[in-house]
């Protein structure tokens, strides 16, 4: 079982810039793949920036360029820093844990934490 604790979401201008956390317990954790998505009300969720256990990142286009996703194996951490950004961030961002080998479906989700972009 692998359980997963986001934190640093709030409130943030145009423009500006936060940090997202993501504390993961469990066994096996280092051959997992770690993420991020997001869900916007009313929209379905979305991939933000994954990262593989050896360290190769994927981005969404929308995002690409402005977040950049970091994983720290020895603390079972993954963390996103979102720069520059705009009301289309806006959301609750999750993070996510997945076996290699597993579908999505059967990953892992934190609880969420909200972002709000507004001045």
């Known amino acids: 079982q692998v359980q997963l604790v986001e934190s640093g979401g709030g409130l943030v201008q145009p423009g500006g810039s936060l940090r997202l956390s993501c504390a993961a317990s469990?066994?096996?954790?280092?051959?997992?793949?770690m993420g991020w998505y997001r869900q916007a009300p009313g929209k379905q969720r979305e991939l933000v920036a994954t990262?593989?256990?050896?360290?190769?990142?994927n981005y969404a286009d929308s995002v690409n360029g402005r977040f950049t996703i970091s994983r720290d194996n020895a603390k079972n951490t993954v963390a996103l820093q979102m720069n520059s950004l705009n009301a289309e961030d806006m959301a609750v961002y999750y993070c996510?844990?997945?076996?290699?080998?597993?579908?999505?479906?059967?990953?892992?989700w934190g609880q969420g934490t909200q972002v709000t972009v507004s001045s």
């Open positions: 469990g066994s096996g954790l280092g051959i997992y793949g």
């Open positions: 990262i593989t256990s050896g360290g190769t990142s």
């Open positions: 996510n844990a997945r076996h290699p080998v597993l579908p999505v479906s059967r990953s892992y």
